[in-house]
């Protein structure tokens, strides 16, 4: 019977996933084994997405950061602007 607290090794962790890894656990206030089992948890979670709550959790944060909604016009006058 294995343990709720069994520990297990990562082996072949290429140091870009590794990198990718520890910056994703600074941007997420975790230590680099907290990231890596919020991700294993979250891949296993069942049940279909909620994409409308998905989305309104993308537009809070965009009003949060002052993003703009990106409209037809808005492209325009980036691309006008000489933005790709």
């Known amino acids: 019977m294995i343990s709720p607290m069994s520990n297990i090794a990562l ?8 990198s990718a890894l520890r910056d994703a656990a600074d941007r997420n206030h975790r230590s680099l084994n907290g990231e890596i089992l919020a991700r294993l948890e979250a891949s296993f979670r069942a ?22 909604d990106l409209t037809p016009e808005v492209l325009e006058g980036l691309r006008e602007e000489g933005r790709p």
């Open 47 to 68: 049940g279909p997405r909620d994409s409308a709550a998905i989305l309104a959790r993308v537009r809070a944060r965009a009003q949060r950061l002052e993003i703009p």
């Open 11 to 18: 082996r072949g962790l290429s140091e870009a996933l590794h």
